[in-house]
Each structure stands twice: as C-alpha cells, then as structure tokens.
C-alpha cells in the first residue's frame, strides 16, 4: 500500500482564525469559552460556547480573506469555515497551482456532523412566516454537508474523489482515515481532508441542551465549563470551527520537496452496538478502534507519546475512554501523555477530529503537548494517567493517537508519526 | 432614494460588485457574474424591497439591471 503523509495544515478556531495563533492560544492555557454572542441565550439551558471570534477580535475570523462575498451570503458558516480551512492548507503545502492532471488525482474528504442547522432554523422561519416564495433558492445546497468539499473542488479545480463523511463528532478523524486510504488505494494522491461545524444557534444549544449533552454550571466563568476528567464536568461546551489537512502520498511529497509534517500509519473504525447517545458502558466500541489503528501503525503501545483524547468533559464519556485506554495500554500508558484540547475551544463536533489531529501534529513538530484545562480535581479512575492539567509540557512526541467517537456509536481513531 | 439607486444597492450587495459597476445597460448573468438562481434570489429581493410581485414569467424577461428598474417603476403600487 501507498505510504500517505501530510502536507499541508488549516484551522479555524475559537482560539484563532489560523494554525499559528489557535496552536500559540492552546499552547498558552487559554480558553476559547464565553457567554454566547449570536443570539440571548439567557434563557436556554446554557449561555456559553466556544464561538469562532468576529474580525474585530484578537484572534477574530475574517470570512472575507479566502471566501467570495456572494457565497458567504448564501451558505452557513460551517461551509465558510470549511472552504477558509482548506484554502489555508492548500496554500501551506504549496499546492494552489497545480497542473490539470494533478487535479484530476487531487480530491476532497471534508465533512460535517450536522451541517447548515442555523440555515435550516432559519429559512423554517421564512417558510412560516413569509412562505414559500420566500425561501432562499440557495436554501440546499447553502446547508448540504457535502458541500464544503463541493466549493473547495470548485474553488482550486480538484476533479479527484468528492466525499463527505457524516459521523456526528467522529466526522473530522473519518474525514482524515478515509482519504487516508483513497491515496494508499491509489484512487487519488493528493486530498484535502478534514471536518467543520458551526451549529451554535437557538436549535443547536436546545436540542443538545434537551439531550442533556452540555455544560450547565458555569454560567458565572464559562472558562471553567469544559473540565474533562475533573470531578466537578458536567458536559460539552459546544464549540465551532474547522480544521482541514493535505494528506498526499509519500513519494510525490518527497519528489517536490515539500514539507513533510508527518505520516498517517494507522486508522481504526467500529460502531458500539449499544445506543444513540450513551457510550457502551465497557468502552468496547472506543478499545476496538484504538486496537485496530494501532495494528495497522505497526507500532507498539509504547511508541505512542501523545494521545488526543475524544475527552468532551461528560461525566459518563471521558470514565469510559479513559477506562478503554487503560485496558488497551496497561502499562505502556505510564510513558504517555493524554489530553483533551476540548478544554480549550470546546467540542467542535463534525470539526473535532481534524482539529485535534492537527493539534497532535503540531505537538510533534514542537515537540509540547497541550493541556486539559481546568482539571483541578481528577476524578479517581485518572489516578496515574499524565493528563497534562494547566499547563502544556514539553516533552519527546514521535507518535501519537487521535480518538473520536459519536453519537450513533460511531467511533474512529488516527495513528500518525513523525517521518 | 430613486428606485435606480435602491435596485442599484441590492444588486450590489447580493453579487457582491461594486456599485459602480451596476450600469443600467448592465447585464445580470454576462456583465455581473450571476447564476439563474442568484437571478431568483434577486428578484426575491426586489419584491420585498418595494412590495411589488413579479411573477416568474416577467421574472423571466429581466435580464439587465435597466429591465429591473423599469418593471418596478411601472408595477409599483
């Protein structure tokens, strides 16, 4: 099988509208968390999220740098963040110009869990209110998920594999394993891969709300509300964003001299079985994926230095991962460090995996690995485990392994080293 | 503000041009880069804009910002 590596780096985060600052943010403990600003929340179950900021923000996002005016008007914004995420990864790996027949060998795998719903709440208003002469006639394909890597194919020419997954909060980490195997399968060698999210509107936070998914607590300091493994978590802060790679097969990376930031060596994917929201109270679903990514690095358990847990801050969801991890690294976890990033800019949902998988390519290029904010009292099963709280440490990254798992009992994991 | 000038606008704002570039001769698909359904969104816009209905078979025969102006002019309550 083809060798597939990574080129190319996009993000769009709470913490910043690019890799440099959203990777400098993390890295220095801050947290992406407030009291929602798109809409008054009061009332709702929750008043805070991780937003991506507006323009005039520190680390705010400009829509307008990579992404026509017209189309920002007739999508929703987790098409925007996607195309801008993408867009940043193709031009970090050098590859905006490429001839007629790169591009028909270069593809795009950038999915979404939910898609356009702030879109969709919307226009059923107009339907409601105005009917149906009034409902945009970019209404579809505005909201679809697989339109992300419609436009992005349409934007830089890509005639390669079109694809989107769906898998709720695994969607980003599929995204990534599945164009993974397109290039190692030599249908294409070049794709840009990845997730987007943006659904934190009056629907969203209320129907996550009602599944009893999010953070409730905090409403005094949302920067405490994400604390996976603390004793005190009491759900997700929704987060939004995308992060996009560009996953290129090895000898062609090499052959151009591209920068080379690491392999994909192993993916794993299982479903739970179990139910549409609860994770199987063995973690059975999370172990299988994790073993079956590591068999296919071939690496053992004790060359993995960082693992990027799924860690959303639910009191069930991080006891059971944890629990799978154990299981699977017995003692080869004393040697390893494990965080959550969603301690930072909550859970992307559709953008998490990719997000975090760039996340742990970057603790490889600097050699540090992020911290779990907030985790002042570990809940008793963390005993022993290096979960990095507070601050981020610098120490050796060669490997490591990105665990993302959904609603549905969807579960992917990545395995990815240093070349 | 004339109803060239508010036509003007919209369309500006919806193609994303500038609104210099709005001429009157100008035409929607071959001078300003719209799509048929960027036209059914405008004319979305037109109708709520000056609470005017146009029907799509009149929707049909607007293709220049001149056509637009002067069917509102001539329909407008």
């Not at chain 1, 009332?43 to 996002?61: I, L, M, S």
């Not at chain 1, 934190?200 to 009602?210: E, K, L, M, R, T």
């Not at chain 1, 992307?348 to 907030?374: H, K, W, Y």
């Not at chain 2, 209905?53 to 910002?65: G, L």
Request: hydrophobic letters at 40%; glycine letters at 12%; aromatic letters at 6%.
């Amino acid at each position: 099988m083809r060798r597939v590596v990574v080129t190319g780096l996009g993000l769009v985060t709470p913490l910043g509208a690019d890799v440099e600052t959203s990777w400098k943010n993390i890295i220095a403990a801050k947290s992406g968390a407030a009291t929602i600003t798109r809409f008054d929340a009061t009332d709702f179950h929750t008043n805070y999220a991780c937003e991506v900021k507006a323009p005039d923000h520190e680390y705010g996002f400009d829509a307008g740098k990579r992404v026509d005016h017209k189309i920002q008007r007739q999508v929703d914004p987790f098409i925007v963040f996607g195309i801008d995420a993408a867009g940043q990864a193709i031009e970090d790996a050098g590859l905006t110009d490429m001839t007629e027949e790169e591009r028909l060998r270069a593809g795009c795998s950038i999915g979404s869990g939910i898609g356009g719903l702030p879109g969709i709440e919307s226009e059923s208003l107009v339907l409601e209110h105005k009917g149906p002469k009034r409902v945009s006639p970019h209404f579809v394909h505005g909201r679809l998920i697989n339109l992300i890597s419609g436009q992005v194919s349409i934007k830089y020419g890509l005639m390669g594999p079109n694809h989107a997954v769906v898998t709720a909060c695994s969607t980003g980490a599929h995204s990534i394993g599945d164009a993974a195997r397109m290039i190692a399968m030599d249908d294409a060698d070049v794709m840009l891969a990845g997730g987007a999210e943006s659904a934190i509107c009056p629907i969203g936070i209320a129907g996550f709300g009602q599944a009893r998914a999010l953070s409730t607590g905090f409403r005094d300091d949302p920067t405490r509300a994400s604390r996976p493994y603390d004793v005190d978590r009491d759900g997700f802060v929704m987060g939004e964003g995308a992060g996009v790679v560009v996953l290129e097969e090895y000898e062609r990376a090499k052959a151009r001299g591209a920068k080379i930031y690491a392999e994909v060596l192993g993916y794993g994917l299982s479903g739970d079985a179990y139910h549409v929201t609860a994770p199987h109270p063995e973690g059975s679903g999370a172990f299988r994926s994790m073993q079956m990514a590591m068999k296919k690095s071939g690496l053992t358990l004790a060359e993995i230095d960082y693992i990027n847990a799924h860690g959303t801050s639910t009191p069930l969801g991080d006891e059971l991962e944890l629990g799978a991890v154990r299981k699977l690294f017995g003692s080869a976890l004393d040697t390893a460090s494990m965080s959550s990033t969603k301690s930072a800019i909550g859970h992307l949902l559709g953008g998490a995996g990719a997000v975090e998988s760039i996340f742990c390519i970057l603790a490889m290029r600097d050699q540090i690995v992020p911290p779990t904010l907030n985790l002042d009292n570990p809940s008793e099963n963390c005993a022993g485990v290096d979960l990095v709280p507070h601050k981020a440490k610098e120490r050796k990254v060669k490997a490591v392994l990105n665990n993302s798992f959904g609603f549905g009992g969807t579960n992917a994991s990545l395995v990815m080293a240093a070349v | 503000m004339s109803t060239a000038d508010r036509v003007t606008k919209i369309v500006s704002e919806h193609l994303g041009v500038q609104e210099s570039d709005v001429t009157p001769e100008a035409s929607f698909i071959d001078d300003l880069g719209a799509d048929s359904l960027d036209i059914v969104e405008l004319v979305m816009a037109f109708e709520e804009e000056f609470g005017v209905e146009i029907p799509d078979d009149a929707a049909e025969k607007i293709t220049t910002v001149k056509d637009a102006i002067t069917y509102i002019d001539e329909h407008q309550g």
